[in-house]
């Protein structure tokens, strides 16, 4: 089968972003070379551009690769099927991951779908016509709300994802919006929470990156265990990927 054409519409400036300073300082090397400049201009514009190089490659191909995302965990939804709320679903990419590991399962992927978070022109239309090029779409829907207050009743669901989204919210919002999870989760449903991780990657790549819910000098790991016990939730699981931090864990009681 051919590989299905997503648009998961990111940002230009933080998948391609790194080629400008990269084109500015290859430049300046070569002219520092060639007009035989002084030394330490050809040192700092080799530097900065191996840097800006190294940061491309780490975003294309590990932390916004342009395909869905993969679970960090074969243990989430061992059952393979139930049906899963995405919070935060943003263009699709782990309402993906999720359809496409567990084909008996069914899928809300709930949004804001506004302006902002890296996706440009964010929208229900987008992450659709991303499940039909993958051929879920009869088993995804789309459903514009705030996680942080859930159009659904609760108990509705047998498990939950969200990808790089909590992380964005505030300290207060973060609290709400996992109480929220709770809320529409049946009992002992499970919950995968990814956020980004500020490891080497991370790190190498976007060395300004502030927020997503390092709140403190709390090691992150300890900050969203202790969250998600507080808002009720046993952890099952936690770990690492690339880039990413994940916890998962069950509802209690
Ligand atoms: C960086 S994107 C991640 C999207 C997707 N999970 C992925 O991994 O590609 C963050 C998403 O969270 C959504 N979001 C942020 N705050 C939200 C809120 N309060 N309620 C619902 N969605 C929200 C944004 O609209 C955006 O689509």
Do not use: Q
Not at 54 to 73: A, D, H, Q, S
Not at 195 to 219: C, K, M, Q, S
């Amino acid at each position: 089968m051919a590989t299905p054409s997503y648009d998961f519409g990111y940002d230009w400036r933080w998948t391609h972003g790194h080629l400008i300073p990269f084109a500015v300082f290859a430049l300046l090397l070569f002219l520092s070379i060639r007009l035989k400049w002084r030394w330490w201009i050809a040192a700092v514009s080799s530097g900065l551009a191996l840097w800006s190089l190294c940061g491309f490659l780490i975003v294309w191909f590990g932390l916004i690769p342009n395909r869905p995302l993969e679970l960090p965990t074969e243990r989430f939804l061992t059952g393979g099927s139930g049906k899963v709320l995405d919070a935060g679903a943003g263009s699709g990419r782990s309402t993906l991951m999720v359809v496409l590991a567990r084909p008996g399962a069914t899928a809300v992927a709930l949004d804001r779908f506004g302006d902002g978070y890296g996706i440009e022109g964010n929208s229900p239309e987008r992450l659709l016509a991303n499940m039909r090029a993958a051929g879920v779409a009869s088993r995804v829907e789309a459903k514009v709300g705030d996680m942080r207050e859930m159009p659904f009743a609760a108990e509705t669901f047998d498990g939950a994802v969200s990808a790089y989204a909590i992380d964005h919210l505030s300290r207060e919002g973060t609290a709400r919006a996992l109480d929220e999870v709770k809320r529409v989760l049946k009992p002992r449903g499970e919950f995968l929470l990814m956020v980004i991780n500020r490891d080497r990657w991370v790190a190498t790549a976007y060395p300004f990156l502030h927020g997503h819910g390092y709140f403190g000098r709390e090691p992150a790991r300890n900050r969203w265990r202790s969250l998600v016990d507080t808002a009720g939730f046993d952890v099952v699981e936690d770990g690492t990927t690339p880039g990413t931090l994940y916890v998962l864990c069950r509802k209690r009681g």
